[in-house]
């Protein structure tokens, strides 16, 4: 059972389309990371959010912290090939000091 | 630019023959992690040092090995490669661990083949 329940496990969308995936868990989190992974590449941290409720944008990207943080979205507004990869989510448990991570949502943006 | 290098990118190597993957980092972070990532899977945390002390997972394999013998650099050793130690092995690191790690910085990782 993943601690970090990611959902669509995959996506395959038209250019220019929005889209939001999802991160939940039954445990509360101090913080949430969220990373995109190319193929044949390392993941790259896109953002942290610590507090409940938390609202972060990077450019197309929103990124949301449940209030009760337990879960967390990505919304991604008119999808760009350059987006295709895989999107990671990893959070450290209330009280622990492990990242965890989920299994991801494989994102395909096709032109 | 400071970052995570990992070498090699490619490696195959043959069953039960020892191989070693190096990490180096220039962020000057005190904790470096190994992790292990299967086709569509999540990365699985194999270990990390923080500082000089070495942190194992319960379920790592005793197949599996580390050295950080200074700060910049972190080995992972495997060995007895087996086919199902087939994998991209990602090192990550981190200023502190837990929360107040604010995200890792990753390598581009190696990709081993078992063969």
């Not at chain 1, 990893?90 to 990242?99: C, D, L, P, Y």
């Not at chain 2, 945390?45 to 599996?64: I, Q, S, V």
Request: with cysteine; aromatic share 12%; proline share 4%.
């Amino acid at each position: 059972t993943q601690l970090l329940e990611q959902s669509p496990q995959f996506l395959s969308i038209q250019e220019g389309e929005n889209l939001t995936v999802y991160c939940n868990s039954s445990s509360v989190f101090s913080s949430l990371q969220w990373y995109r992974q190319e193929p044949g590449e390392g993941p790259v941290l896109l953002v942290t959010v610590v507090t409940g409720g938390e609202v972060k944008k990077l450019k197309r990207l929103t990124f949301q912290f449940g209030d009760a943080r337990k879960d967390s979205s990505l919304h991604i507004t008119a999808a760009q090939t350059g987006d295709t990869g895989l999107y990671l989510c990893a959070g450290v448990r209330a009280g622990g000091f492990k990242t965890i991570f989920g299994a991801g949502t494989r994102l395909f943006v096709k032109a | 630019d400071a970052m995570v290098i990992q070498n090699p990118r490619y490696q195959v190597t043959q069953f039960g023959k020892p191989v070693t993957l190096s990490c180096s980092q220039t962020l000057n972070h005190n904790v470096m992690y190994w992790y292990q990532q299967k086709s569509s899977q999540a990365p699985k945390l194999l270990f990390h040092y923080y500082d000089k002390d070495f942190n194992n997972e319960a379920d790592t394999p005793d197949n599996f090995q580390s050295r950080r013998p200074n700060t910049s650099f972190c080995f992972l050793d495997i060995r007895s490669p087996g086919l199902g130690d087939t994998a991209m092995y990602l090192c990550a690191t981190s200023r502190d661990p837990g929360r107040s790690s604010g995200g890792y910085t990753f390598g581009s990782g190696t990709r081993l083949t078992v063969v």
